[in-house]
DNA sequence: TATGACATCGTTTTT
DNA sequence: CGATGTCATA
């Protein structure tokens, strides 16, 4: 069964209630259905949903992520592939150290095999389900390096009984195809499976659930075309707008009625994706009609939109309505900075949801890396990280050393330290410190308590990290004191959690496993709490699936919304699109959506047109966009114009109106794309495109008569048009 | 080997 | 801008 699930049309409920039913009919005992989403957060809800439904009876239907389910599975039968259960998984920080590391190993220049690009097209061939042998014979002689960085990357993980995000998927679609039996048994075991958010499978995701619906063909997929966002990870719309060939005779169900937003909000969302070619269209119908307008606004730097967005929170705030109930989407989280500080400034509470992670952070990351190598050694990226930290006097020489001996045996990093210990390799200090070490750690492995939370508590201290931090001092140096505490307290919460879980699903499992691989797949959304009075900031990705009372959607600018990487490219302008229609629907009735015609970047500042999107929404679904394109002098414009008088943004009936000059014309406004402009040479024309800022601003015209230019705004004697 | 000053560089979205 | 890497120096 296909359902394509408009957005807000009831798609978690329906999953829900279909689970509830088969449970209540007998179709299914509980332990037979198998739901898989992609975000933890979702998976809960689900399950909490259901539970609420057809009641707990401590057994536990199994609605997961792809990515944990493929963990549980690989738990108990990874051995077939010659690795072993207690694997721990790289989340990408450890993926990029291995990069690096195995670019060094082939003698790769980072210059022409960027760590970070080579990460990420790695993540793109795992999904696409291929092996280094298939990259290899793809034929270019890129693709070729690419699979000989792909074989050793492989084998490095390996050799760590290792596996990053992507193996996960990849190597259980392998065991399931090198192994029948072990894929019948989960076909017999998971006779009903249910899938959430369809559209963003990728190829093996999609591989995945066609091997084990392939028995019984009880697949129910939910999804919606126009919210496919994950392009960049090889989510391939195609699925979904190919089920019905892929599964011929299948059930087609449309949800077209949104429960959520006001017909305005949705009116205008739709104006804008309807502008893509890849869909199958459908249109949506709101339970409840008119609403306020859509609010633009345009300010004139992203402080300008910062303070705007703040004082119409504080407006709501005012009338009653929780902060809670309000959000701000942006694309990147680069843009969240201007929103914190006004937020601080205006003493009002916000989370930050995403970003920078708390188990990113590199005093998390150590501790969590002792605890790794105590139950896989030959973790040596874990190693590396901890080795010399705290400071112990095994430095970069000596580290590069070891690496090096393990190169030529073939071991491990822990291995071949084990080996240069025993065959007297090492000189120096080197040849003190570095058993020291390794005697700490197989002491720490000997003593360590089978509570997780007891044993990190003595990781910490033995290795001497709490009393590095203590010596140390400084306020930063508290904070990560602070830090490690707040996971210690993790851990024990952890443990409270699973005592009772031991038996949930008939398996043993390690505990530390399980405590580590929660924490690598955990993200910062799935403990998001709704409930505290405070707005969340958040990019429009982590936003999918939820929904506020107002959202304010700011920076869509070209540039950033659509993103710069997007623009010359039909089908990723589709998915910028798709991905401007979720972050529009998550308003129930409020929606703002705002661009800065001014905006620091990187240490530079950039002048960014209105996206092409607002020119997408009619007119009339929204108030704000009628005094556009006023501007102030800037550097090298010849004449001072005075300063447009403030005018009054006409609302629309019975709206109040708000005056917005102050923010809207700030001092160091500059020439901005849409500007008219005269040349004395080359007459009238439109700026296209502003390069640049200060001294070296350029702008790209294109003159009635001349054509197309670029001009150094500091020599050319431009004179601005009204 | 540790440390701090300096240079470089690359910029999306996430399980 | 901020993170990361490199180099010189103690």
Redesign the pocket.
């Known amino acids: 069964m296909l359902v394509l699930a408009g957005a807000g049309s009831g798609k978690t409920r329906m999953l829900t209630h279909r689970i509830a039913h088969l449970i209540a009919t007998g179709a299914a005992q509980r332990d037979e259905i198998l739901a898989v989403t992609?975000?933890?957060?979702a998976a809960k809800e689900m399950r909490e949903r259901v539970n609420q439904l057809s009641g707990y009876d401590g057994y536990r239907i199994w609605v997961a992520?792809?990515?944990?389910t493929c963990v549980r599975i690989l738990r108990s039968d990874i051995g077939q592939l010659g690795y072993e259960r207690g694997f721990v998984i790289y989340?990408?920080?450890d993926s990029l150290?291995l990069v690096?590391r195995v670019l060094r190993q082939m003698n790769l220049d980072?210059?022409s095999h960027?760590?970070?690009?080579v990460r990420?097209e790695l993540?793109r061939v795992k999904s696409r389900g291929l092996m280094p042998a298939d990259v290899i014979a793809d034929g270019t002689l890129h693709d070729e390096r690419l699979g000989e960085i792909y074989r050793q990357y492989q084998t490095e993980l390996r050799r760590a009984n290792a596996l990053d995000?992507?193996d996960?998927?990849v190597l259980t679609v392998r065991l399931f195809q090198n192994h029948p039996g072990v894929l019948e048994s989960y076909q017999r075991r998971w006779r009903y499976i249910l899938v959430d958010e369809y559209q963003d499978t990728n190829p093996v995701q999609y591989q995945l659930l066609r091997l084990l619906a392939a028995q019984h063909r009880n697949l129910c997929v939910v999804g919606d075309e126009d919210q496919s966002?994950?392009?960049?990870?090889e989510a391939d719309i195609r699925n979904i707008l190919d089920f019905e060939k892929d599964y011929p005779g299948a059930a087609v169900v449309r949800l077209e009625r949104n429960y959520r937003s006001t017909q305005q909000i949705l009116d205008a969302a739709t104006a804008v994706v309807s502008n893509n070619t890849e869909r199958k269209g459908k249109k949506l119908v709101a339970n409840q009609s008119g609403g306020d307008p859509i609010r633009f606004f345009e300010a004139a730097d992203d402080r300008a939109e910062a303070s705007y967005v703040i004082r119409e929170l504080l407006r709501l705030r005012d009338r009653g309505q929780p902060l809670s109930e309000s959000a701000i989407f942006y694309?990147?989280?680069?843009q969240s900075?201007p929103f914190e500080e006004e937020l601080r400034n205006y003493d009002v509470d916000y989370t930050m949801v995403?970003?920078?992670r708390f188990y990113d952070r590199a005093e998390i990351k150590d501790a969590l890396a002792y605890l790794r190598i105590l139950r896989n050694p030959n973790d040596t990226e874990s190693l590396r990280r901890i080795i010399?930290s705290p400071?112990?006097?095994?430095?970069?020489?000596?580290?590069e050393r070891l690496l090096m001996i393990g190169e030529q045996h073939e071991l491990s990093l822990y291995r071949a330290s084990e080996l240069a210990i025993e065959r007297g390799m090492l000189r120096?200090?080197?040849a003190k410190?570095v058993p020291e070490f390794f005697a700490m750690m197989d002491a720490l492995r000997d003593d360590a308590p089978a509570s997780v939370a007891q044993c990190l508590a003595q990781v910490l201290d033995r290795s001497g990290t709490l009393r590095a931090l203590e010596r140390e001092g400084s306020i930063e140096a508290e904070g990560r004191q602070a830090n490690l505490q707040e996971l210690l307290v993790a851990a024990e919460e952890f443990e409270r959690d699973n005592e009772s879980l031991d038996e949930d699903h008939g398996e043993e499992r390690n505990l530390l496993d399980l405590f580590l691989e929660s924490i690598t797949?955990y993200?910062?959304?799935?403990d998001y709490d709704e409930t505290r009075d405070r707005i969340a900031l958040?990019?429009?990705?982590?936003a999918k699936g939820l929904e506020f009372q107002t959202v304010f959607l700011v920076g869509v600018e070209e540039g950033l919304f659509p993103?710069?990487?997007?623009l010359n490219d039909p089908a990723?302008i589709e998915?910028?699109r798709r991905?401007c229609y979720v972050g529009m629907t998550r308003a129930k009735s409020g929606l703002h959506i705002t661009n800065a015609s001014m905006r620091?970047?990187?240490?530079?500042v950039r002048y960014n047109a209105p996206s092409r999107f607002l020119a997408e929404i009619p007119e009339e679904f929204g108030v704000g966009r009628e005094q556009r394109r006023n501007y102030a002098r800037g550097p090298g414009f010849g004449t001072a114009r005075p300063r447009p008088a403030p005018t009054s943004t006409p609302g629309a009936a019975g709206e109040p109106t708000i005056d917005y000059s102050e923010a809207q014309y700030a001092p160091d406004d500059g020439p901005s794309s849409g500007s008219r402009v005269e040349h004395p040479v080359f007459g009238a024309g439109t700026i296209m495109q502003v390069v640049g800022s200060g001294q070296n601003t350029k702008l790209r015209i294109r003159f009635d008569r001349a054509g197309l230019k670029t001009i150094v705004l500091r020599y050319a004697q431009l004179r601005l048009l009204a």
């Open positions: 992609f975000t933890n957060k992520t792809f990515h944990s989340d990408q920080t150290a690096k980072e210059r960027p760590p970070r690009g990420a993540d995000f992507g996960l998927i966002i994950y392009r960049f990870r694309r990147t989280h680069a900075r995403g970003g920078t010399n400071v112990r006097g095994i430095g970069k020489t000596t580290v120096g200090a080197a410190r797949l993200s910062e959304l799935d958040m990019t429009v990705h982590v993103h710069f990487a997007s990723a998915e910028e991905l620091r970047m990187h240490g530079s």
